[in-house]
């Protein structure tokens, strides 16, 4: 014969560990998987931002003079791995488009730059930059196509518009062989509105890659210091 007192006082003795051992399935187990990925991920989320800093800091070095605003520079580090309290070298700007109004003078370059410029000069000065920007899309559509697991959408999103951008400026540059076979010669103007953009949205997204985690930027560092911090 069952002992129906036993065996309520069992049910109620044991349900406090059967709800605990639910919660702990349930909430606490996912919770903690999710962090260690998290903890694994963060080193290669690193190096992902560390590579998308150079390359859009390669890209703004090699701006053409008519478009530098200044000599002065900015260096970007990396927390290294293995050792928290320590820095690896990322990347140099230079022109240092984090000084006040540094951005702001370079578009106003750019668009004077290419109002001014008529004709071939002004071609050749869009044909070198399509070119650079050719370059540096193929970087972002890659790092943003394979890697974007831990980037953020807002991230994601701002760089998938400048290649967006990009792409739409390329297409509008190829106009301008139509433009010579109409006219006889070639303007450069097909692509060229679309600089000044671009160089302001690539900055916006570089710095909200210099404040990520594990990012350390010096400002208005003078050349010989950068040289020296690169070696590091």
């Given amino acids: ?6 065996f309520w006082t069992n049910i109620l003795a044991g349900t406090p560990y059967f709800v605990l051992g639910i ?24 190096k992902k931002v ?3 800093i150079s390359e859009i800091c390669n890209f703004f070095n090699g701006m053409p003079s008519e478009f530098k605003v200044n000599d002065k520079v900015s260096v970007f580090n990396v927390r290294n791995e ?25 578009i106003y370059f750019i668009t004077k730059t290419v109002s001014e410029y008529k004709g071939e000069q002004r071609y050749v000065l869009v044909e070198k930059e399509i070119r650079r920007f050719d370059k540096l899309l193929f970087s972002m559509e890659n790092i943003i196509g394979v890697h ?13 518009v400048v290649c967006f951008e990009i792409r739409k400026m390329i297409n509008e540059f190829q106009f301008n062989e139509t433009f010579k076979e109409l006219k006889g010669s070639r303007d450069g103007i097909f692509g060229a509105s679309s ?10 997204i570089l710095k909200d890659l210099s404040v990520e985690n594990g990012i350390k930027k010096t400002f208005n560092t003078t050349s ?3 040289s020296k911090s690169s070696g590091v």
Avoid at 24 to 43: D, E, G
Avoid at 83 to 104: G, M, N, R, S
């Fill in 195 to 204: 600089l000044k953009d671009l160089y302001e949205k690539l900055f916006h």
């Fill in 148 to 160: 974007s697991l831990n980037f953020d959408d807002k991230l994601i999103n701002n760089i998938s």
């Fill in 82 to 106: 293995n050792h928290p309290d320590l820095y690896d070298f990322v990347a140099i700007l230079k022109p240092d488009l984090f000084q006040p109004t540094a951005i702001e003078k370079t």
């Fill in 50 to 52: 560390a590579f998308l």
């Fill in 23 to 46: 919660i702990f399935s349930v909430w606490l187990i996912p919770k903690f998987t999710l962090r260690l990925l998290r903890n694994k991920n963060r080193k290669h989320f690193r």
């Fill in 224 to 226: 010989n210091t950068a």
């Fill in 1 to 6: 014969m069952i002992d129906w007192n036993s």
